[in-house]
Each structure stands twice: as C-alpha cells, then as structure tokens.
C-alpha cells in the first residue's frame, strides 16, 4: 500500500473530519471554493432554527432582529471587524453590490480593477460604469507576480481620475492572495478608495477583514467556515456607511447602519444565525489554526501529486510558480488547449462530472486552463489518488480527441 499523499483530519473526539460531511455515494468532493460544503451538524443546527420559526412565527419573527445582531456581532469578532461596521448580506455579489450602489460617481471618474477579478463581481463593476459614465481600467497583473510587482501595477495606473479600486484578497481563477492593505495604503495616497472582494477569506486569512485593510470588505460564509448558503458579511470602515443600504427596502430600512441590516422583512435569516455554528463548530472540533494548517498542508501535497501525473502531458512547468498562493486552493495547468476560456472551463467541469463524478474547479487565465484544486477538511489522500486515476487520463485523452 502506497502512503497517502497526506493524513486525514482527524477531529479533537477521533472521528475523522470526513465522517461529518454527507456526501453521494461515488462523489468526489474537490471543489469546496466554488459552492461550498455544509457539515451534517451544521445542516441540522439551521434546521433546528428552521423548525423553532415554523413551530411559531409570533415567537420567531419579532425576535430575527436580535438574533441576527448577536450573530453579527459574533461573526464580526471571528473576521476581526468592528460589528459596528459590519452587516449581513445573502452573498458575496450582495456585498459588492451594496457598496457599488452606493457610490456617486461622474464621467471623469476611474475604476481600476484587475484581470484577477471575479467576473460576477466585474460585470457589476461594468454596469455602475455604464450608469455613471466612469470608466473602467484594468490593470494587468502575471499570475507569477510577487506582491512588489502587483503594487508597481497599481501605482502605474493609479491616475489623478482614479476613484475607487476593486481587487480580491484572494483571486477565483488565479487562486493566489493580492497584498490589499498595501494596495489600500497606496490608493489613499491617491486618494482612491478601495473595495476588497474577500470572498475566499474567512476561515482561510485569520482576522480576514481587518486584515484587508480595505474601505470595504466583504467575505462568504458558506465558502471555508462552510456556514450554510445565504451568508456574507460586508464590512465598511468608510464614512460613508449612511449611504449603504439593505438591498431588501423594508420597515427598518430607516435604522442607522448597520442596524437596518439586521431585518429585512420576513428574509430567512437561519443561514446567517447558523454562521456561529458553523465557525464554532470547526474551532471546537479542531481549531481554527489547525483546521488552515490541515488545508495549507494538503493543497500543497495534492498539488504536487496532481502536477507530477499531468506534467508528462505539459510543455513547460505543470505548476505556475505563484508566489502568494490561496491557503487552500492550488492550479495545475490542463494539456493542450483544454479551459482555454471560462466556458470551455466550466463545460470540463460538467463533463467531467457527468464522466466520474468528480466534483472539480477548472480555470482559465489569459487563454491558459487550469484545474484548481480545493482541500477542505473533509479532503483525503484518496480523493487526490481518484483524481490521478481516472480523471488524468481523460482530460489528457480529451485534450488530444477534443
Ligand atoms: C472572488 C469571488 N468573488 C465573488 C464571488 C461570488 O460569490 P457569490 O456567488 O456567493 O455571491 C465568488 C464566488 O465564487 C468569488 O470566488
């Protein structure tokens, strides 16, 4: 028997931390960063709430205000905010748009956004752009860039017009961190400010929001703490929080920020009152830092393992020597021109999956695809040595057969 590519997590109790996660029979689980995966206890936590607000909604709905100031204020401290700064919103797009919304901005305004950015997020920057008149200017970065290079980019394109900068703390395509608190400090000198999509951050960078150091910020919770879907926190330091709004216009839409926020009309909240859970869950099963050594540790060996089996099928370096790579997230180059756009990209991850059930990301970067490749707790040696196995083998026979 071959060892394994890395140990399984084992929680604090000695059950395996895979044993947690309910997944189909024949999945192969290897793309939390895109959905996320909810644990079985987390599940039965929001349905526990779920239930509570079914079994009677004068004892539910009254209340959703104070229950989700609470979890606020919780998930606050575990991203190091402020939870006077911080609100709630069903997703990272939600973030992006509350702030988006918020800004007044005229014809000879910029945006600088990088070809790092998500393209979600982009085309809602687009979008204000076209409502404004502002123009957008993206800033080219190397997927190799070091941080001194990434911060030479901005200071090259930071113009006098430059208003507001859009970048990731860590990238979806890329899978690599951006050096925001430099980037912040840079634009301020500019005067610009800065909106960071820390989508892929909580759980993953500790402190995640003050260590962005942005004007905003906002993260999912559904991602790495693996909180139910419908749960992000948006998080401001700017002056200008009076002008961010609930996208839900409802009664308490006229409360202060960040207390409008905390109701909005008869919205499911379970998923941010399930937040706690999930993020004490995991603190309590193993650790917070331990749970990211876990992660960094098996992204690097399943990085390794999945490069050493495609690099027979790549010209030149399987693995892009990113030198700021996503905690948990890595890139291997596919052969041939396979994912050489994000649709062919997403059509290899639907065919693979219809081919073998293997749950898998596939990126494109500047005409180039790429598997990326997600480790969660749940994540073991075997799922890795399956992708080797089976997978491989096809995308390379794909790559050649079309
Ligand atoms: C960097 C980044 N930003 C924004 C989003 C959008 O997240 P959501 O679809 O939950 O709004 C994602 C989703 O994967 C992402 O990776």
Known sequence: MPLPLFPPVIFRDGTPARDAWNFAPGIVPLNHGSYGAVSTPVITAQRALQETSERSAIGWFPHIQTHTKNAREHIAGFVGADPADAVFVPNASAGATVVLNALRLSATDEILVTDHGYGAVLMAVRRLAQRTGARVTTVPIALEAEDTEVLAAFEAALTPDTRLIVVDQISSATARLFPT??????????????????????????????????????????????????????????????????????????????????????????????????????????????????????????????????????????????????????????????????????????????????????????????????????????????????????????????
């Open 181 to 402: 608190a430099a980037i912040t400090a840079l634009a301020h000198r500019h005067g610009a400010r800065v909106l960071v999509d820390g989508a892929h951050a909580p759980g993953l960078i500790p402190d995640a929001a003050s260590a962005a150091g942005a004007d905003w910020w906002f993260g999912n919770l559904h991602k790495w703490p693996a909180a139910p879907r419908g749960s992000a926190l948006l998080v401001t330091r700017d002056a200008d929080r009076n002008d961010l709004w609930p996208l839900i216009d409802s009664w308490h839409a006229d409360l202060p920020y960040p207390e409008r926020f905390d109701m909005q009309g008869t919205l499911d909240v379970t998923p941010y009152l399930a937040s706690p859970i999930a993020v004490d869950w995991i603190e309590d099963a193993l650790g917070w830092d331990a749970a990211r050594a876990a992660m960094i540790a098996g992204a690097e060996a399943a990085a390794t393992a999945v490069a050493a089996a495609m690099q027979p099928h790549i010209d030149g370096p399987a693995r892009p020597s990113v030198p700021t790579p996503a905690p948990s997230m890595r890139l291997v180059r596919l052969p041939g021109t396979l994912g050489a756009s994000r649709e062919q990209a997403d059509g290899l991850r639907d065919r693979l999956f219809e081919a073998t059930g293997i749950e898998s990301a596939f990126t494109s970067f500047r005409g180039i695809g790429y598997v990326r490749l997600s480790i969660h707790l749940y994540t073991v040696s075997a799922d890795i040595e399956d992708f080797i196995a089976r997978a491989v083998p096809l995308l390379v026979r794909w790559s050649v057969e079309g």
